[in-house]
Every structure is written in structure tokens, then in C-alpha cells.
């Protein structure tokens, strides 16, 4: 039998303003079994203050922000569809908080309240808060790579998570385009990525990266080395391919094998 307080969230939810959606604030997605499970979960999250809901796909999302004067709610076009939005200040008026879940319980941002009986809680890491790490591209002084145009994930992620990333103009991903947001909170690792041959230099004489092994895979000989290979080329430091008096088409280097005095190197193309 559906009580008091079960009719009145349905008379509020039913009349709530269709076609209303924050965006851009969405923090974890889920997929509840109704309106008041939606309402349930952001009573959870520290960081949740309100909430969208999609009455025909059972969506809610959770946003870190609510509605502001400068942060507006979308009405009324493709993207908002079926949503309805819902403030967290105005919870009491949809739910009655008291009986729900963590009432009493304030977790640290990136925590989750869990309810293990009827008086017993805990609050469990569900979120990596902390912005995904600036990649790491390599530690030639000469690399000139804008970092602040990284377009990695800068609003965390959810534990369990493999969130994507793309590399700064002028680099490539190297491996897998995503990391993993683990258990304890921490990205599992910094974003890879390796500077690439421009469509405008395909011959790499502006080619300023770190790569320092050949197409074979053999090590690079310092260039501030005669040894094993005597060589004039004293503009260049590290041990890193180079190509800068486009004498090859494509960065090479002298290598550490006696019997192999020179190879080019694998360098991926932007």
C-alpha cells in the first residue's frame, strides 16, 4: 500500500517542470529504480546538490552544483527532453529526509554515505575528486608542448571508472587513452603522451621529443658521446632522435651497438 508521504512525493515529482536539466555539473550517473531512489543517492554524496531525472528512461543524474544566477538550468531543448530538476535545498519538500538513508551522517567530498543496518553507517571513497595529472610527455628541456591545453577529465571521476583523455595539440596518446580512477581515491597512473611528427615537418627537423630508441628497439648513443660512433653533431643533447639538419627523412640517432652506427626511429605521425 503507497503511505502518506509516497503520494505526496508522487504529486510533487508528477508536477515539477518537465523539460528542465543542469548541465555540465553531472558527476555519476545512475540508474534507479524510481524518482526516490534518484533522491536517495544524492542524499549520499557530500558533493551532490541536485539532481536530474528522466521519468521515461529511469536516469539520474547527480550534479556538483545547483542552480545559480552565472550557472542557469537548461529548458526546453534536445538536450533536457523528459528531465525534471530538482535542487538539494528543496529535498524536504519531496522526501521526508529523516527517514532516509546518512540523515545524520556528513561524509568529506569524494565519500559516500552507506547504510549498513538501521543505526550503523559508514562513509566509503566512491570518487578520484582530485583533476586527472597532466601527462607525462617526457624531461627534454627542450620540449616546448602547452600543457594547459591537456583536455583531460578535470572534474575526477568515479571509482572503478576508466575516464579518457586526449593529449595537448602536438602529441599523441601513447597506449591505452584512458586511466582508471582506483579504490583509495588515486588515479592509477598519469596520463602517456609522446610528441608527433606535424603534416607540416614530416621529416622531423623540428622534432623536439624524447624518443630515444630506434625503429629496432636499440638504445640511442648520447649525442655528447664519440662513443661507440664518432660523429659532428654537437648542437644536439640527450640521447634523444633528432633530425634538425633534415639530412634523413625521418629523426634518427647513433646507437649503442658497435655494429650499428645509425637508425631511424618510430616517431608516430600528429
Excluded at 627542450?142 to 571521476?157: H, P, W
Excluded at 627537423?205 to 649525442?223: E, L
Aim: with cysteine; hydrophobic share 30%.
Amino acid at each position: 500500500m503507497i503511505n502518506f508521504r509516497m503520494l505526496l512525493l508522487l504529486f510533487v515529482i508528477n508536477n515539477v517542470e518537465s523539460g528542465r536539466r543542469l548541465i555540465g555539473f553531472n558527476f555519476k550517473s545512475l540508474s534507479p529504480t524510481g524518482h526516490k531512489q534518484c533522491l536517495k543517492m544524492c542524499i549520499a554524496y557530500a558533493e551532490c546538490l541536485s539532481v536530474n531525472f528522466s521519468r521515461n528512461r529511469l536516469l539520474c543524474e547527480l550534479n556538483s552544483q545547483h542552480e545559480t544566477e552565472t550557472d542557469q538550468v537548461t529548458v526546453n531543448t534536445s538536450e533536457t527532453e523528459d528531465f525534471i530538476y530538482i535542487p538539494r535545498i528543496s529535498f524536504s519538500k519531496h522526501i521526508d529526509v529523516q527517514a532516509e538513508r546518512c540523515n545524520n551522517v556528513t561524509c568529506s567530498i569524494g565519500k559516500m554515505c552507506v547504510r549498513h543496518s538501521l543505526n550503523k553507517t559508514s562513509c566509503v571513497i566512491a570518487r578520484c575528486i582530485q583533476p586527472m595529472p597532466q601527462p607525462y610527455i617526457g624531461s627534454s628541456a627542450e620540449l616546448q608542448v602547452d600543457l594547459s591545453a591537456f583536455t583531460g577529465n578535470r572534474k575526477g571521476g568515479n571509482v572503478g571508472e576508466n575516464v579518457y583523455f586526449t593529449c595537448p595539440p602536438g602529441t599523441v596518446v601513447m597506449g591505452s587513452p584512458t586511466i582508471k580512477c582506483l579504490a583509495n581515491g588515486q588515479w592509477e597512473t598519469r596520463p602517456r603522451c609522446q610528441v608527433c611528427l606535424e603534416a607540416s615537418d614530416p621529416s622531423g627537423a623540428h622534432y623536439w621529443g624524447t624518443k630515444s630508441v630506434t625503429s629496432t628497439g636499440k638504445t640511442c648513443q648520447s649525442w655528447s658521446s664519440q662513443s661507440p660512433h664518432g660523429h659532428s653533431y654537437s648542437e644536439y643533447t640527450g640521447n634523444y632522435c633528432r633530425n634538425n639538419r633534415n639530412d634523413n627523412p625521418k629523426p634518427w640517432c647513433y646507437t649503442t651497438n658497435p655494429s650499428v652506427r645509425w637508425e631511424s626511429c618510430d616517431i608516430p605521425n600528429c
